[in-house]
């Protein structure tokens, strides 16, 4: 077994060196203590030497130009309470919300698979950079970005987590998404990482591929929506033969979600479809699907986006925003799915 970016997986055990940094921000509370991922794998705080060492301030405003064209404010180094940043307060470096996540010597899955499973997992960490080799801690000149790692964001003047600066179109996938008052975020990363241990066969290769390369594009993109339908089809749907209303995709959807749901609740997990309340699954892909469809085929957009507000529990606003981050937890739990069962979506499709 090998691995394109560390060697053959044995020399990189034997090595007992391997450094993956997250590029999105995350609650304070997960860097209160180091975690066990599982694996070989571990997650905590950088230190000050390592900083230092690493140079990650420097390579976190690199990324941040090559990825914007100009500098951005790095929020893992401002003081975060509440849910909200407050950008003007700078924290010592030593409670930097830096995540660094790093192998020991019982290494049992590469980096690469490791990435795609945090990325997938409800930790939902980007890893932006890797480094292996040589010293302990490797200096930044070992650093290798990813290539398939791309940028979410918002759109100007929108504003997220309380930044005092609205004109500033600030990344989302570098805020705080890691809320432990969810208990079973961490049990979920070491699951997700478990199953992506086992060889991955191509369509489950190719759906993770499809999930991270989304990732090019901004949240608010229509495209981007238009792509997480794209993974739902391609994984729970084959194409109907032409006047099979039967079999259409929107039937298959449904008939296929459900039973992802039904396997799922084996591991304590489900498709988050409590947004809606009581409403039946057949009526919330229905609306979904009509969205879709207006991205698609450039239809009513809003009035889309209205139909399902009204199916939503509680005073909501859904836009495009809302949308991504609902289309986007969907899609991450059914490639939870596929990854844990392979052999079953080679049947349900």
Known sequence: ???????????????????????????????????????????????????????????????????????????????????KYDATKMLPQDEWRITLVYADDTVGIGPDSLTQALAISDLQLMIGASSSGGENPPNCGRWRRFAGYGVRSRPTGVTTSGIANSAIPFP??????????????????????EWRRAEAPPHVLNAIKRFLDLDRLPDYSEFKHLGYFAILESILSHAPQDGDRVDSISRQLRRNLSLVNHRLTEVGLSIPFDPFGNAGLDKIVSRLYSFRSAVAHGGDLQGALESINKLRVGNTTTDM?????????????????????????????
Request: hydrophobic fraction near 35%; charge should be neutral.
């Open 1 to 83: 077994m090998s691995n394109s970016r560390f060697g053959p997986l044995s020399s990189f055990s034997q090595s007992n060196q391997g450094y993956l940094v997250a590029f999105n921000d995350v609650e304070p509370k997960l860097l209160d203590s180091e975690h066990d991922l599982g694996a070989g794998w571990h997650l905590r705080r950088t230190t000050i030497t390592e900083l230092e060492k690493l140079r990650v301030k420097h390579h976190f405003h690199d990324w941040l130009q090559y990825t914007y064209g100009y500098a951005s404010l790095m929020p893992h180094s401002r003081l975060y309470e509440n849910g």
């Open 172 to 193: 989302n996938w570098i805020m705080s998404t890691n809320d432990l008052s969810h208990p079973n975020q961490l049990e979920n990363a070491r699951n997700v990482i």
């Open 321 to 349: 925003c809302w949308m991504h981050d609902y289309l986007r937890s969907i899609v991450r739990r059914v490639i939870q799915a596929l990854i844990r069962e392979p052999e079953l979506f080679l049947h349900i499709k």
